[in-house]
């Protein structure tokens, strides 16, 4: 039996206090509550001294209110704040995750709601941790080395996002995915906008089986199973679309960690999956960047575009995220002779975000609808890959493939070998539930 999940409670109100204490009591094989204080400065002292795994937070408190202590909290440590309130308005929601809390739960609060997202939280922070423990034994840099089993693969997950619609996600997402498709590589491309994703429609797919039909067989997910419910383009890239009508949705995100944990028990049968992304967000989505090996963070050369960036890049500081996770992508650039005064020159974006663009794909509507309304990636579309903006796809498709995959020739030599299982185990998520 693992050790229990550590807990702090902190609320002003000592019934409410007592009241989670009970809750928990009744799953005390897996919930120890460490100590229960009742203002935001005690709950900074004791989450400082005692490191709990999970801290649930009121926000409205005398002294230090919930949102501030969590902030000088998860500066320090890395806990898993769950804020709890009885506002739930999305003003406050924001505030919480700018402040680092991982969840929101609204009071009073339902007992299997409160258990779930606790153990949602902690397994996601468990993620992060792995990928701490990662960086430090195999450095930032290192790459997984490829299986000479081949039905052992790699496992990349590259989610391609932006917390502002439009921008170019699915675009850059399909055209990532049959990029990265080469030399028996094999990719799969996710369909992770649960409402209105647009991947069938941009790849003209129909498929009566999505992502909804595996939700209630996360646990015992087969690879027969999923490659049933997997549609393929014509050009052979393999597609897990996701719910039919939008009002389904909610039914995939009724576990937030859900289209992450049926990722991570895919990932061995795949050398990358891409996953495209809504908008929002939330905790579907922090579960998806959780377990990315790389997150594609894509904006346009406007000013909230870029505001909305900087807010997710501190974000991801916040949950302590390595620099080199995060890739920052500009799509729709324009000529520098085009430039109208609405776009921002890439060098003052890097400056005001001090990141760099590591790419820049051009706007070109010609190229990008034509490709859309024939259903194909605009860089199997467009025979000539000289010319922009295909040249800046296959270039981004490229550069992801080279970062990942680097190893591939190293990896043949004798003593590469005998590491690689043990390489493939520190650096590889799929293997955290993956095959053995
Ligand atoms: N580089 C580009 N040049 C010209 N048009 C582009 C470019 N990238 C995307 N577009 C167009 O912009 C529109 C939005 O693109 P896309 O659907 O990929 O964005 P999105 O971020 O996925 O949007 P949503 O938030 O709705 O999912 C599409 O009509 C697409 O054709
Ligand atoms: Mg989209």
């Given at each position: 039996m693992s050790d229990p999940i550590t807990i702090l409670i902190v609320d002003d109100i000592q019934d409410t206090r007592e009241n989670?204490?009970?809750?928990?009591?009744?799953?005390?094989?897996?919930?120890?509550?460490?100590?229960?204080?009742?203002?935001?400065?005690?709950?900074?002292?004791?989450?400082?001294?005692?490191?709990?795994?999970?801290?649930?937070?009121?926000?409205?408190?005398?002294?230090?209110?919930?949102?501030?202590?969590?902030?000088?909290?998860?500066?320090?440590?890395?806990?898993?704040?769950?804020?709890?309130?009885?506002?739930?308005?999305?003003?406050?929601?924001?505030?919480?995750?700018?402040a680092g809390a991982r969840q929101f739960l609204g009071k009073p609060v339902d007992p299997d709601e409160l258990y779930g997202t606790i153990r949602s939280v902690y397994q996601s922070l468990?993620?992060?941790?792995?990928?701490?423990?990662?960086?430090?034994?195999?450095?930032?840099?290192?790459?997984?080395?490829?299986?000479?089993?081949?039905?052992?693969?790699?496992?990349?997950?590259?989610?391609?996002y932006s917390p502002q619609g439009g921008v170019g996600k699915t675009t850059i997402a399909t055209n990532l995915a049959s990029g990265l498709m080469k030399r028996g590589i094999k990719v799969l491309l996710v369909d992770a906008d649960l409402q209105f994703g647009d991947i069938a429609v941009f790849l003209k797919l129909q498929s009566q089986?999505?992502?909804?039909?595996?939700?209630?067989?996360?646990?015992?997910?087969?690879?027969?199973?999923?490659?049933?419910?997997?549609?393929?383009?014509?050009?052979?890239?393999?597609?897990?679309?996701?719910?039919?009508?939008?009002?389904?949705?909610?039914?995939?995100?009724?576990?937030?960690?859900?289209?992450?944990?049926?990722?991570?028990?895919?990932?061995?049968?795949?050398?990358?999956?891409?996953?495209?992304?809504?908008?929002?967000?939330?905790?579907?989505?922090?579960?998806?960047?959780?377990?990315?090996?790389k997150v594609l963070l894509v904006a346009t050369p406007t000013l909230a575009s870029i505001k909305n960036a900087r807010f997710v890049l501190d974000l991801f500081d916040r949950m302590n995220y390595l620099p080199d996770k995060t890739v920052f992508v500009l799509n729709r650039v324009e000529d520098e002779r085009q430039r109208g005064r609405v776009t921002i020159p890439s060098e003052i974006i890097e400056k005001h975000l001090k990141r760099p663009?590591?790419?820049?794909?051009?706007?070109?509507?010609?190229?990008?609808?034509?490709?859309?309304?024939?259903?194909?990636?605009?860089?199997?579309?467009?025979?000539?890959?000289?010319?922009?903006?295909?040249?800046?796809?296959?270039?981004?498709?490229?550069?992801?493939?080279?970062?990942?995959?680097?190893?591939?020739e190293t990896a043949e030599q004798p003593e590469a070998q005998d590491s690689k299982a043990e390489g493939r185990r520190k650096s590889g998520i799929g293997l955290r539930l993956g095959k053995a």
């Open positions: 989670i204490k009970k809750l928990l009591a009744f799953e005390e094989q897996e919930f120890k509550v460490i100590d229960a204080v009742g203002t935001g400065r005690e709950a900074v002292r004791v989450a400082l001294e005692h490191r709990p795994d999970i801290i649930i937070m009121d926000i409205n408190m005398p002294d230090m209110d919930g949102i501030q202590a969590t902030s000088e909290i998860t500066k320090a440590v890395p806990a898993g704040v769950i804020m709890m309130s009885v506002q739930t308005d999305q003003d406050y929601l924001r505030k919480a995750m700018q468990e993620s992060t941790r792995q990928q701490l423990v990662n960086a430090v034994n195999v450095g930032p840099t290192s790459t997984k080395p490829v299986s000479t089993d081949p039905d052992v693969r790699a496992g990349h997950v590259i989610v391609v089986s999505t992502l909804l039909d595996l939700v209630d067989k996360i646990e015992d997910l087969d690879t027969e199973f999923f490659d049933s419910i997997v549609a393929t383009h014509d050009s052979g890239l393999k597609v897990l679309l996701g719910p039919q009508r939008p009002e389904y949705a909610e039914e995939v995100e009724a576990q937030p960690s859900a289209v992450a944990r049926i990722i991570e028990k895919i990932a061995m049968s795949y050398d990358f999956i891409v996953v495209d992304t809504s908008s929002r967000l939330d905790e579907t989505l922090l579960a998806l960047t959780d377990i990315a090996t663009v590591e790419a820049k794909i051009p706007v070109n509507e010609a190229v990008i609808l034509s490709a859309i309304n024939k259903g194909v990636p605009a860089i199997v579309a467009q025979r000539d890959r000289s010319k922009p903006p295909v040249r800046d796809l296959v270039e981004l498709s490229d550069m992801l493939y080279r970062k990942l995959m680097s190893t591939q």
